[in-house]
């Protein structure tokens, strides 16, 4: 087989993953619109990068053409092309990250009965008195850890958003105290809009009730990773417990997560927007 041929295959399979990898972007966009109305930086992020990719895919210029038109969309396919493989590569590094603190750093097995942390659990989006469904995957972690090892003490960190009647905390505690985890083992951190004070609130109850300093933090999948590094930024040490996923807002959660942690690396003090979560 010469040259010529392997480059032609070469090509072909390069323009079937970059239309397969489009098609994955919209779907995971509009999916969480349509069927949810959620539409943040997360769906917008990725409904403009499968648009771009199949703009360089589909359209075409030529660079030593003598029309200006066909010259002008030759470079601005070469320009469209870098960006998108700078974000591909800067998104697929931290993606690694985002899946190692996801994973592979759990609390140490030998804390048999939970004596050497607390858990703090990260709060989201409530509808009335009932958690969403990102919020009672995180509980049902929670809850599963807290009866396992019964000396842990665990912190619900959620405030009340401007749509919500309740805070977060009181419906994460009143769900883990009404499946059967004691009272007294869950203590409400009520005052956070965001995670950055999740953590930070977390942290000032801990040492004001004399808890263990090390944090579980039990959070989604694509979340842990930032929870993580606010928690690191303010001195804690830090293990995370991720919960169960859910597909449909997976793509979207991810992005918005994983922008989150470019806007959180590009500034020299931690800040994050106030916003409600998940």
Not at 37 to 42: D, L, P, T, V
Not at 239 to 255: A, C, K, T
Request: aromatic share 12%; with cysteine.
């Amino acid at each position: 087989m010469d040259f010529f041929r392997i480059n032609k295959i070469l090509i072909l399979i390069g323009k079937i993953f970059c239309i397969a990898f489009a098609a994955l972007c919209l779907i995971c966009s509009l999916i969480p619109l349509i069927f949810y109305r959620h539409f943040n930086a997360g769906n917008l992020a990725l409904l403009c990068y499968g648009i771009l990719l199949n703009v360089v895919v589909f359209i075409k210029g030529k660079r030593n053409s003598e029309k200006l038109f066909r010259k002008v969309l030759y470079w601005m396919r070469i320009i469209i092309s870098a960006c998108l493989a700078i974000c591909f590569v800067t998104g697929a590094v931290i993606s690694c990250f985002m899946i190692k603190y996801a994973f592979y750093n759990e609390p140490p097995v030998m804390d048999v009965n939970g004596d050497n942390g607390t858990v703090v659990v990260l709060g989201c989006q409530i509808y009335g008195e009932n958690p969403s469904v990102s919020l009672r995957g995180r509980l049902d972690a929670a809850y599963e850890y807290l009866v396992t090892h019964e000396s842990c003490k665990g912190i619900v960190a959620g405030g009340q958003g401007e749509d919500e009647i309740v805070p977060e905390a009181y419906v994460m505690k009143n769900y883990l105290v009404g499946r059967g985890i004691s009272e007294n083992r869950i203590i409400m951190e009520d005052r956070s809009e965001n995670t950055q004070q999740n953590i930070r609130f977390s942290g000032e109850i801990i040492k004001e009730n004399n808890l263990p300093e090390t944090m579980y933090i039990i959070t989604d999948i694509f979340h842990s990773y930032r929870a993580y590094l606010f928690a690191e930024k303010s001195g804690y040490k830090a293990y995370n417990i991720s919960s169960d996923l859910y597909w449909p807002l997976f793509g979207e959660y991810w992005v918005r997560d994983l922008l989150g942690i470019l806007h959180m690396l590009s500034l020299i003090h931690i800040s994050e927007p106030t916003r409600p979560e998940p």
